[in-house]
Structure formats: C-alpha cells, structure tokens
C-alpha cells in the first residue's frame, strides 16, 4: 500500500516562497509520475506540476515561472517550491503518483492534503 503524506507550513507570508514536502512510503519515487496539485478555496483542482522517474520535471505554464520540484531519493521524497505568493496561493496543496504520465489524471494514490494560506 502506498502512502504519501504532505508537511511543510500551513501559513506563508506574501512574496515568500512556500515549500511542502511529501514523503512517501510503500512504493519508490524512482517509479512513475509525481505530481503536486492544489485545490484553491471554491474552485476545483489544478495540476501544478511533476517530478517523474528519472528525475526529470514538468510544470503547468501558468506556474512555470515561480513552481520548482526536486527529489531526495535517499528520503524517498519530493518536495515543491513556489516562489512570490500572494493570496491567491492559498489552497489545499495534494501530492499524488501518477501512474501514467504527466498530469494525464492518472492517480491512484493522493496525500490527505495540507492547507496553505498566504497571508500578513
């Protein structure tokens, strides 16, 4: 059974960079699709990018500019950066493996969710 779980701070102040961590147990990060997705209050899900097997990266082009994935194997985690948030930032944050590509919707396995909110 694979079980991935988000950490990272639940509030981040404007034009700081928020950082989340998802660690994941029962499968290995060097398999398949690793993606970030978020889900801002009242709106529905958006994929923010991924981290795939072999270490490569993908990001949505509304986000390209300010999301950064990395991976620490030896942890068996992912982590996502977003840089200069605003307001509009704040969202529940999932981590998810995709087993079939990037962002192609092709999820088995999700994080609970961790709530970000970005304010003074």
């Known amino acids: 059974q694979v079980q991935l779980q988000e950490s990272g701070p639940g509030l981040v102040k404007p034009s700081q960079t928020l950082s989340l961590t998802c660690t994941v147990s029962?499968?290995?990060?060097?398999?398949?699709?690793w993606s970030w997705i978020r889900q801002p209050p009242g709106k529905g899900l958006e994929w923010m990018g991924a981290i795939a097997y072999s270490g490569s990266t993908d990001y949505s082009p509304s986000l390209k500019s300010r999301t950064s994935i990395s991976r620490d194997t030896s942890k068996n985690q992912f982590t996502l950066q977003l840089s200069s948030v605003t307001p509009e930032d704040t969202a529940v944050y999932y981590c998810?493996?995709?087993?079939?590509?990037?962002?192609?919707?092709?999820?088995?396995?999700w994080g609970q969710g961790t709530q970000v909110t970005v304010s003074s």
């Open positions: 029962g499968g290995s990060i060097t398999y398949y699709y």
């Open positions: 998810a493996r995709d087993i079939t590509g990037w962002g192609t919707d092709g999820y088995d396995y």
